[in-house]
């Protein structure tokens, strides 16, 4: 069982991120981008590994995308109060998306 890298076609990536089209915010995007940094860490066990910062806090993304919205929305609900939970949610659910896409 690899734990390695999503290997999709350009079409798949389209489709996957077009889900996201009309229900979330850029604005709370460029502050994910800002606030929760990533890195990938290759290992000869473990090739191409996506990790996000999270509260000082390393966390894997793959395999982790439902733990990883709820621990996020927590770290940032209180930075955009007037937002709907769902368009929030919706926007880190991309931003996921997009860690392990690209």
Do not use: A, W
């Amino acid at each position: 069982m690899s734990m390695g890298r999503l290997i999709i076609t350009e079409q798949e990536k389209k489709d996957i991120l077009d889900k996201y089209r009309d229900d979330t915010d850029p604005k709370i995007l460029t502050y994910l981008r800002r606030h929760c940094p990533v890195s990938e860490i290759s290992h000869e066990f473990f090739k191409g590994m996506h990790y996000v910062l999270i509260d000082d806090k390393t966390h894997i993304v793959e395999r982790n995308k439902k733990y990883l919205v709820g621990k996020i929305y927590n770290f940032i609900s209180d930075d955009f109060p007037d937002y709907d939970e769902k368009i929030v949610r919706r926007t880190i659910k991309k931003f996921l998306d997009l860690i392990v896409t690209n």
